[in-house]
Nanobody, 122 residues
Framework: VQLLESGGGLVRAGGSLRLSCAAS????????MGWYRQAPGKERELGEL??????????VYADSLEGRFTISRDNAKNMVHLQMNALKPEDTAVYYC??????????????WGQGTQVTVSS
């Protein structure tokens, strides 16, 4: 099972970006999909949860986002999206897609994407 992210890039403060993540492989079902981020200079720390969404559509967001980000999910395509608006320089980070997947064989696993860079200039 693999996660492939897209949509990162460079944007000015106040701008928007939309991240997407597609899961592929031998998947029976996906429980939770979400995004974490790791800011520059904090590589030794655990990534911060940005948002996640379960198969029923229930969402969790980091309190610090102040309603600027929206997570959504396409269950039929095994995809999750993160719409990021009103971006701030402190949103600069590598964003990682994360999923809790039940494969066709064996038990539930946690999968991570390679990460996509989001840079917000002031």
């Amino acid at each position: 099972v693999q996660l492939l992210e897209s949509g990162g890039g460079l944007v000015r403060a106040g701008g928007s970006l939309r991240l997407s993540c597609a899961a592929s492989g031998s998947i029976f079902s996906i429980n939770t999909m979400g995004w974490y981020r790791q800011a520059p200079g904090k590589e030794r720390e655990l990534g911060e949860l940005v948002a996640n969404i379960n198969s029923g559509g229930d969402t969790v967001y980091a309190d610090s986002l102040e309603g600027r980000f929206t997570i959504s999910r396409d269950n039929a395509k095994n995809m999750v999206h993160l719409q990021m608006n009103a971006l701030k320089p402190e949103d600069t980070a590598v964003y990682y897609c994360n999923a809790i997947v039940l494969p066709m064989v064996d038990g539930e696993i946690e999968v991570w994407g390679q990460g996509t860079q989001v840079t917000v200039s002031s």
